[in-house]
């Protein structure tokens, strides 16, 4: 008991640090064959003609398909869970996406065919025997470029590349507020394109069992019932009931693994269609070129400003990537994840927003942690701290002075959202103690005593998480509902498990799920189980992504507890033979009040499964229930990440020397897990902001960031020893009060980077840099202004 809130050490730590987690790839079915994927060499080409005579006599090999053979089985195509609506009126264009393309490819990696075979090897190797002619078309593969005229078009039917043209907020107002602006900050910003790179690459199973017709697809993905119902459904037109999706212990995903992948459907199709199980695992380089990707953004934004620096409108103008096909929840990204954000934590009055999505020949594009979020804050804070620059005011003060107050909350922004609590100046003024802000020109002047130039970064960011409820994300164009479910079987001996629609892949449900239970019914953290990840066991779910687990699935779990209690109140009403509005329950123990009689849970748990002398005309045997939790909002966390950076003017390299984060995520469950989410989602911004970047050859469409070698991933000696703490104000909608916490460190960490190298850089003249502002870029932006002033 009381457990919520402590630092619990991580239930699940000891299966995977002693080598005992059972990942895709460690499941092996009897009779299973492997696949190898072949993948398009060409950004953008039709196919002429595919030979596989020589590859189908290769040793080991059992077939071959292309998407000749998957369209005459007359199977769909990958579906998009988000329709969009265009200003004027008119749904998203939705181009095909079949899981193996028949005519034309549409990005390098793109499915052409697969092989299967004895093994791996085997398969790989007749792969290099199928000879496919293509013929090369032109390409377009810069995101900023993909709607202008003369672009090539990678669909007929999306003219000018684009997806839609949307928009957010009032026009009208905001240009009323720009014609009052004494001043008008202008800001153009990329965001620039990531590799999610989780420890786990992608991996499928697919198996299919004759004698019962039944399929069943083991795969890494963040939502299995998701993937149930999109490959059922939609793809391969599976039934429900004969379809079992399991998602066993998945080795991270950072949003990359809640996607359904053409591979899941190759695998289960063909295990149909020859009747073994067959494998597909990626290896790195194919997961480069084959997972979705991330942000991708090019902004032009203006922020109006009376005299004294107080906001009074701003516009964005974002065109964003989708890649060359859409992907599961591509199309929400850049607009009600990213366009809704945009008023921060800011009380700008008026806001407009213009998203256009465009297709290029790169792969495709979708959430990548924070999703949207980071896009907008990074686009907010860079804006902030120039419009400061160009005002002549301090960069917290601009802040102070146009925050949301704290006694403002409900808090109703121009774009949609209404946030429901939160203390942005208590996190701003905790994060500058913390810094020592105060302190620091004196470590500005000692670093330039070395030959550094040092520099110190805010960000005060918003994040929503868990999109809600349902109904409004249906009228938004989800075609999907946001929920979550939970059951709790309570075991004839007071053991307990839960089954959770929240997957865990790294962030410690099974231990902070059980550790509310442990609380709620006054059991043993050990006689807890979470389950979850496998669609024949758990009733359902939407999975996990968007900070969502803990304040949904959570929730879902409260609401199933508070059914036990109230049916084991009226087992304990009956043992003790009292009336079931005397009996109290507290710590582990049925009392009646104002007596000494009580009965512990476990006697509960005992007599629901052997009602010997129940009232069994009034009260059903067993203690097992469910429900299903669709929230009222978004929780919204929110913070201040000030991150100080020493920069060599000579090499170019920024250090990050100091880190400071201090976030607002509601009712802590696990204190050690909050602390590690946060830290990971830092690690993960410091990555973006100076070393990740994902690059195609603008003409080819080759990816040139192919590997490790060309991709830098941040590693320990990027990163500093981290400062977070927490300032929480309670969600006022959700039963836990709790906000997410697995985003925010990646959605406030970018721009506090970008800001603190901009301030090193200040004093030499330089005024911007692009993501990622890695040594050879800022080595250039500082001998660029040498240049021009010699
Ligand atoms: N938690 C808590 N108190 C809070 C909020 C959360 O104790 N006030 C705990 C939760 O119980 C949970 C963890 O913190 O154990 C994260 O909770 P939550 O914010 O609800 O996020 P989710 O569990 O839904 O995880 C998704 C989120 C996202 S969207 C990405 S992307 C991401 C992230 O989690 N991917 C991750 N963190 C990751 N961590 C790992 N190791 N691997 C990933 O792929």
């Not at 459904?233 to 429900?240: M, S, T």
């Not at 009336?579 to 123990?589: L, N, Q, R, W």
């Not at 989410?677 to 070393?691: D, H």
């Not at 990027?718 to 977070?724: G, M, R």
Request: charged share 20%; aromatic share 8%.
């Amino acid at each position: 008991m009381g457990f919520v809130g402590t630092a619990v050490k991580r239930k699940e730590d000891f299966r995977f640090l002693t080598g005992g987690g059972t990942y895709t790839d460690d499941i092996n079915r009897p009779g299973q064959v492997h696949a190898y994927v072949v993948r398009s060499p060409h950004a953008h080409a039709n196919i002429k003609k595919i030979d596989k005579s020589a590859a189908e006599k290769a040793p080991g090999v059992v077939a071959i398909f292309t998407g000749a053979d998957y369209a005459a089985d007359k199977k769909g195509g990958l579906p998009c869970g988000w329709l969009i609506h265009s200003k004027d009126g008119t749904p998203m264009v939705e181009p095909p996406h079949p899981p193996l393309v028949a005519d034309r490819v549409r990005h390098v990696g793109d499915q052409v065919a697969v092989v299967i075979a004895e093994t791996r090897d085997q398969a790989k190797s007749a792969a290099e025997l199928i000879d496919v002619q293509y013929q090369e078309l032109p390409a377009i593969i810069s995101t900023g470029d993909a709607a202008k005229p003369n672009a090539p078009q990678v669909w007929e039917q999306a003219k000018n590349n684009t997806c839609y043209d949307w928009h957010l907020g009032d026009k009208a107002a905001t240009d009323a507020a720009f014609a009052k602006a004494s001043h008008v900050t202008k800001i153009d910003i990329v965001n620039q394109r990531l590799i999610p790179n989780a420890m786990e690459p992608r991996a499928a199973i697919g198996d299919f069992d004759r004698a019962t017709g039944d399929y069943t697809l083991y795969t890494t993905s963040q939502n299995p019932h998701v993937i149930r119902l999109l490959m059922g459904a939609f793809v391969l037109q599976i039934p429900e009931h004969k379809l079992r999706v399991v998602a066993p212990d998945v080795g991270g995903g950072f949003g990359s693994k809640i996607f359904h992948y053409a591979e899941e459907a190759i695998v289960t199709w063909a295990a149909g269609k020859l009747g073994r199980p067959i494998k597909w695992t990626a290896d790195r380089s194919e997961s480069f070129m084959s997972d979705c990707h991330g942000r991708d953004h090019v902004t032009h934004a203006e922020l109006a400003m009376d005299k004294d620096g107080k906001f009074l409108g701003l516009k964005v103008s974002t065109t964003a990537a989708m890649g060359a096909y859409l992907s599961t929840f591509a199309s929400s990204v850049p607009t009600y994840l990213y366009a809704t954000l945009l008023a921060g934590v800011y009380a700008t009055p008026a806001i407009y927003a213009e998203v256009r999505a465009v297709f290029t020949n790169t792969v495709p594009v979708d959430a990548y942690r924070g999703a949207g979020r980071p896009e907008a804050t990074y686009l907010l804070e860079r804006l902030v701290d120039k419009a400061a620059r160009e005002m002549k005011m301090d960069r917290v003060e601009i802040r102070r002075k146009n925050m949301i107050p704290a006694n403002a909350f409900p808090y109703q922004t121009p774009v949609a959202l209404q946030y429901d609590s939160g203390d942005y100046q208590s996190t701003l003024e905790m994060a500058l103690k913390a810094s020592d802000y105060a302190g620091f020109e004196k470590r500005r002047t000692d670093a330039k005593a070395k030959g550094k130039l040092r520099g110190i970064g805010i960000s005060t960011y918003l994040e929503a998480c868990g999109i809600a409820p349902s109904a409004v994300a249906g009228a938004l164009g989800a075609r999907a509902g946001l929920y979550e479910s939970a059951e709790v079987r309570v075991h004839p001996t007071g053991s307990v498990t839960v089954f959770t629609g929240s997957h865990s892949h790294g962030q410690g449900h099974e231990t902070t799920f059980a550790q509310i239970v442990a609380d709620t019914l006054g059991v043993p953290m050990e006689s807890v189980e979470i389950s979850h990840g496998d669609t024949n066991k758990v009733q359902f779910g939407m999975g996990t992504y968007g900070s969502r687990s803990l304040a949904v699935g959570g929730s879902a779990l409260v609401k199933a507890l508070d059914k036990v209690v109230t049916k084991a109140k009226r087992i304990a009403a009956h043992l003790m033979e009292a009336s079931v509005a005397d009996i109290e329950f507290k710590d582990g123990a049925f009392k009646v009040a104002g007596t000494d009689k009580s009965v512990p849970f476990g006697q509960v748990a005992l007599t629901a499964y052997v009602p010997h002398n129940y009232p069994i005309t009034e009260l059903e045997p067993g203690l097992d229930e469910k429900a299903f939790y669709d929230p009222l909002n978004f929780t919204f966390p929110g913070g201040c990440h000030i991150c100080e950076v020493e920069v060599d003017p000579e090499t170019g390299v920024v250090q990050v020397v100091k880190f400071t984060a201090v976030d607002d995520v509601g009712k802590v469950i696990n204190p050690m897990i909050v602390e590690g989410q946060v830290q990971g989602g830092i690690a993960q911004g410091i990555g973006q902001a100076l070393i990740e970047n994902c690059v195609y050859d603008n003409k080819t469409g080759q990816l040139l960031t192919g590997s490790y070698m060309d991709y830098t991933m941040p590693r320990a000696d990027d990163v500093p020893s981290y400062d977070v703490q927490t300032h929480n104000t309670m969600c006022t909608h959700n039963p836990l009060g709790s906000k997410g916490v697995g985003e925010v460190g990646a959605i406030g960490s970018p721009p506090a980077v970008i800001n603190a190298v901009l301030d090193a850089l200040g004093p030499v003249g330089v005024s911007d840099i692009t993501m990622p502002a890695s040594p050879h870029r800022v080595w250039q932006a500082i001998n660029t202004v040498k240049a021009a002033a010699e």
